[in-house]
């Protein structure tokens, strides 16, 4: 691995990152096309997930592409879709060598793209910057290979842990540049999730703004009984940003019937006991293709899905503020009696955003 290789696939990466939240079910992925040390042609997937990132770079490098080498932060795919695979593109414009940090998980490519390039006699080097492409593409392998997409959970709060008082105010416990902050993790995530108590306490609207962002995530909230405000934020946007109930199978048909009149579309989960399973609730959102989630909230919330071992991050804004006893904590009851049963993260990032810590966890 030389640090040429190193550079160009780092600007391969961050053009991938610039589609992150924007191009579902597909993975984000960049592309970069050097001939004679020099960049002919760069291009990232598309938002929406066509045309990929390979085709936009060959078609910028033009004649250029013959005999050049082209970093790619996946293995290009090898089968045929509703395009060409990019595989066979990178062959007809006689590129030389392609350079990728490891497999695509999806069983339709899975090694079959690298297969194909050096089978037309294409040089491949793998392994470039693998860990680096591993995060960046966690939650498209998250979904290829266990159904479910990335989960984020974010919690703002005070120095005690609590993201409310006792009467419910909570705005706002952080200050503008970590709300500012949150609006760039929301648009780098395919959908924000929220459960049905914080939907009716703040009536959120979920959206990105302030960022000029012109795709907006897709807005889930989690609620058994579709006990939804009809005049709220949420519901009064439907049509505008994509909106998305997971429901139990008990919701009231009318109910449900309601809110598919006002374009939101309605997600029947199963139940463990007396709540929403939330597996259930993460295998339906990556069966429609959902591979980055970012859940907000609330306590109950991110309780059921760190209980249920879900959580792969956790994002914190601490406040130098505290509430006390009597105000709402950040997370809901866990059930725990040994302390060797608590959910634990390792440390990736800190730092101060603003008059807050921002502080980053990953799963260990």
């Known amino acids: 691995m030389s640090a040429r290789d190193e550079r160009f696939m780092s600007l391969a990466l961050m053009l991938g990152r610039r589609g992150q939240g924007r191009t579902w079910p597909n993975p984000a992925v960049g592309c970069v096309i050097v001939k004679d040390g020099r960049i002919v042609g760069r291009g990232r997937t598309a938002d929406g997930g066509r045309p990929h990132a390979e085709t936009q770079a060959l078609k910028q490098a033009g004649e250029s592409a013959q005999g050049a080498t082209a970093y790619v932060s996946l293995e290009p795919c090898a089968h045929h879709g509703q395009t060409p695979p990019c595989a066979e593109a990178l062959v007809t414009a006689g590129i030389a060598r392609v350079v990728a940090p490891l497999a695509d998980s999806d069983p339709r490519v899975a090694g079959q793209g690298f297969a194909f390039l050096q089978n037309a006699g294409v040089d491949v080097t793998t392994g470039v910057l693998a860990d680096e492409a591993a995060g960046d593409l966690d939650g498209f392998f998250m979904r290829t290979e266990h159904g479910r997409p990335h989960l984020t959970l974010k919690l703002a709060s005070s120095f005690d842990g609590r ?46 703004r302030d960022l000029g962002i ?13 006990d939804l405000p009809m005049m709220s934020k949420l519901a009064r946007s439907a049509k505008i940003a994509p909106l998305w109930l997971c429901h139990g199978p008990d919701a009231d048909p009318a109910l449900i019937e309601a809110w598919q009149g006002i374009g939101a579309t309605l997600i029947s989960c199963d139940l463990t006991g007396r709540q929403l399973d939330v597996r259930s609730v993460l295998r339906q959102l990556g069966a429609k293709g959902l591979t980055r989630v970012f859940c907000e909230g609330g306590s109950g919330l991110a309780a059921s899905i760190l209980s249920a071992d879900l959580v792969d991050e956790l994002v914190g804004y601490t406040a130098g503020m505290t509430i006390g006893a009597e105000g709402l904590p950040a997370i809901g009851a866990l059930g725990l009696s040994n302390l060797g049963d608590a959910p634990r993260f390792k440390l990736a990032e800190s730092r101060l955003i603003g008059v807050d810590i921002l502080h980053r966890w990953v799963r260990v």
Do not use: Y
């Open 163 to 208: 993201i409310a008082t006792a009467t419910g105010q909570s705005q706002w416990i952080t200050g503008p540049s970590a709300r500012r902050h949150v609006h760039s993790l929301r648009a780098r995530h395919d959908a924000v999730m929220v459960g049905a108590g914080t939907a009716r306490a703040d009536d959120p609207s979920l959206t990105v």
């Open 214 to 226: 012109m795709q907006q995530p897709v807005r889930v909230v989690v609620s058994r009984r579709l």
